[in-house]
């Protein structure tokens, strides 16, 4: 019954393709739209449902956790810039010190936000530092400003980064780490206006330059502070911080999800839906540029240098947690659809690469748009750890001019924009193009004129598309979505041309 239902769902989200209209674009690739920073492409592992334990650890025969092997190969393989954590929420409700010293002597707490389970603190500081050493990835640490004091923050900063004789280094060797771990980026708080305290502008920008203060720069790290930015659109939020606090600001933590349905009644489902909910979660991605220009606008009027970086410190699709998952655990699948919306996001990202230098995806492992989903000892990449993937070779590069003509992907009388694109150079000369085209229905071809490149072949292509809206990964059958090498481009006179299927995104090496 479970698989006859699953073949007609996906039988029904099949889209017949139409025939393909032709949109032109243009590549300066003799021009710098700026560099595209690599912290773009964070992540952010907080301590909920299975993110932390049974997601990037894993209990061994003696109950103790260690390290996730076959995860972190994944997560190595994509080469992850950084890494956020403990929350999100969990932050603001977070005592650092329960989670250092022998196992047995750390408090147990309830993770009262998450599910109300038992949070026994196996994972700290030292099993944190460890991870981001493996993965060989910046820590992003999160301080408690709405629960803690000054000085649990300020202390917790010693106890990671002072390199000397002080109260707190003396313990990090007792607990078996003589090495500062040169922690640079440090979040004042998280999401203050909500679960973080539930402050005004006004109060957050004071106890930010409060709690600041107290993060001393030392001979081998000099902290990069970070604010706790606005949810979505709240612009004033943005305005009032940045003008009482902007100075001793680095970088802004805006919070923007992308969810179909509603907050407060019901979100989308992840893998059932229909065309209209499709729509409705790409015409939300979008949003994403909207948001960000209205927050650059305010950031822009207090610090014209652009010296302050936006974060977009969490971002991605929130449908309703799986049925049959843990309740308060935000497990979710993950079909092309997000894919799409993913892809779609980290072009609007590039293209405020003036002031969106950091970003993370939330969150890394069995939590909301992961990477990577387990169930006991199995594994699986979702579809949009491939569109990281396809999208690693724009970190750090130089972003080329585009002009495109996007087209529109109409539906019941509306329409979106159906293409979205990122080109890019690389440090070793190489040039990338990614396009996306959202249009569930209709293929396009791409007409695209190389400005200054004399290109003769492509040299190599990849895609990510499928037959179902909601193609997706299963446990049993772990690589029904994955790119496959794409023979859809070629140069015509001079010009590259570009068939894109329906639903697809296309990264192409030239
Ligand atoms: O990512 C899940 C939660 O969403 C985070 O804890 C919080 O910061 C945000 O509201």
């Known amino acids: 019954m479970k698989l006859l239902s699953s073949f007609l769902l996906s039988a029904t989200l099949a889209m017949p393709a139409v025939a393909a209209s032709t949109h032109k674009m243009s590549v300066d690739t003799d021009e710098s739209a700026g560099i595209i920073s690599k912290h773009i492409y964070g992540h952010f592992a907080e301590h909920l449902g299975r993110g932390i334990y049974d997601g990037l650890w894993k209990q061994d025969e003696n109950g103790d956790y260690i390290i996730r092997d076959d995860v972190i190969d994944a997560l190595k393989d994509l080469g992850i810039p950084n890494l956020r954590w403990p929350g999100g929420c969990f932050a603001d409700y977070y005592f650092w010190q329960d989670g250092i010293g022998p196992k047995e002597q750390r408090p147990s707490v309830v993770n009262n936000l998450w599910g109300g389970v038992t949070e026994d603190n196996s994972v700290g500081t030292h099993e944190f530092m460890e991870l981001v050493a493996e993965l060989e990835t910046d820590p992003i640490v999160v301080g408690n400003v709405g629960s803690g004091t000054v000085e649990d923050m300020a202390n917790w900063w010693q106890y990671v980064n002072h390199p000397g004789e002080s109260p707190m280094s003396k313990l990090r060797a007792e607990n078996g780490r003589a090495e500062p771990w040169n922690v640079e980026y440090w979040g004042v708080g998280n999401e203050s206006w909500g679960c973080g305290g539930n402050m005004r502008p006004e109060y957050y920008a004071d106890l930010y330059r409060r709690f600041a203060t107290f993060l001393h720069p030392y001979e081998n790290v000099k902290p990069f502070r970070i604010a706790a930015g606005a949810a979505g659109a709240d612009y004033n939020w943005t305005d009032v911080v940045m003008e009482r606090a902007g100075d001793m600001i680095d970088g802004l933590d805006l919070h923007h999800y992308t969810i179909q349905g509603s907050w407060t009644t019901k979100k989308g489902e992840a893998v059932n839906f229909d065309e209209s909910d499709w729509f409705e979660l790409m015409d939300r991605a979008i949003e994403m540029d909207e948001i960000i220009t209205g927050h650059k606008k305010m950031m822009d009027k207090h610090d014209p240098e652009k010296r302050v970086w936006l974060i977009v410190g969490e971002w991605g699709t929130w449908h309703e947690q799986e049925e049959g998952s843990i309740p308060g655990f935000l497990y979710q699948q993950n079909t092309l659809r997000d894919a799409l919306t993913a892809s779609v996001t980290l072009d609007i990202f590039h293209q405020h690469l003036d002031r969106v230098k950091m970003a993370n995806i939330a969150q890394t492992v069995n939590v909301l748009q992961a990477m990577i989903l387990t169930d006991g000892e199995k594994m699986l990449l979702t579809p949009t750890y ?125």
């Open 386 to 510: 491939h569109v990281f993937d396809m999208y690693k070779v724009h970190r750090d590069a130089v972003a080329l001019p585009i002009k495109l003509n996007k087209g529109k992907y109409r539906y019941e009388g509306d329409s979106l924009p159906a293409l979205s694109a990122t080109a890019s150079r690389d440090k070793d000369g190489r040039t990338h193009i990614s396009l996306t085209n959202i249009d569930p229905h209709e293929a396009r071809t791409i007409e695209i004129d190389l400005k200054g490149m004399d290109v003769s072949a492509v040299k190599s292509g990849r895609i990510l598309t499928a037959e179902a809206m909601n193609a997706h990964n299963t446990f049993d059958n772990p690589d029904n979505l994955v790119p496959v090498s794409f023979d859809g481009a070629r140069v015509e006179k001079g010009k590259l041309i570009v068939e894109m299927p329906a639903k697809s995104l296309v990264t192409l090496e030239l």
